[in-house]
């Protein structure tokens, strides 16, 4: 079994007013801000993050989209978990993880986004699709 893991450190909320029960209601764009200085390879470069899953930025940073977290009406069937290819890259190398859940698992989510130390994960087993949002490891401290 094989797993995909994309690291993200900052995040965008968009919540529709869609009455569609097939289409989602919370929809989270997860990103990856790094140095350009550290990697070699060339990006197209956009104005605005929603236009593409890179950003490239004048202090020498970029945006990456690592993927998304969508979440559904609870009373529709929440759509299988996916990935697709980030087409705004030349070297078009960058997959992004699509991961679903219904709007009642929402709190827990942005619980996990707002308070747990970044960077954080997608992952998504290759196999069935099952994925999900990890934290890094902690260490866990005894107070006297």
């Not at 209601?25 to 200085?37: G, R, T, V």
């Not at 956009?46 to 236009?51: E, G, I, L, V």
């Not at 299988?80 to 679903?100: A, G």
Request: glycine content about 4%.
């Amino acid at each position: 079994m094989d797993f995909l893991t994309k690291k993200f450190n900052r995040y965008s909320l968009y919540y529709s007013s869609s009455l569609n029960p097939s289409e989602w209601i919370i929809k989270i764009y997860c990103d990856y801000e790094h140095s350009l200085k550290e990697e070699g390879l060339t990006y197209k470069v956009y104005k605005h993050a929603s236009d593409a899953k890179e950003l490239r930025r004048e202090n020498g940073t970029a945006i990456t989209r690592a993927g998304m977290i969508k979440f559904f009406k609870d009373d529709s069937k929440t759509p299988k978990n996916s990935t697709n290819i980030d087409i705004s890259r030349e070297d078009k190398t960058n997959v992004l993880l699509n991961i679903n859940y219904s709007l009642s698992q929402f709190n827990d989510i942005i619980s996990i986004l707002r308070y747990e130390k970044k960077p954080l994960y997608l992952f998504l087993e290759t196999d069935g699709f099952k994925g999900g949002v990890a934290t890094t490891e902690e260490p866990i401290e005894e107070k006297e």
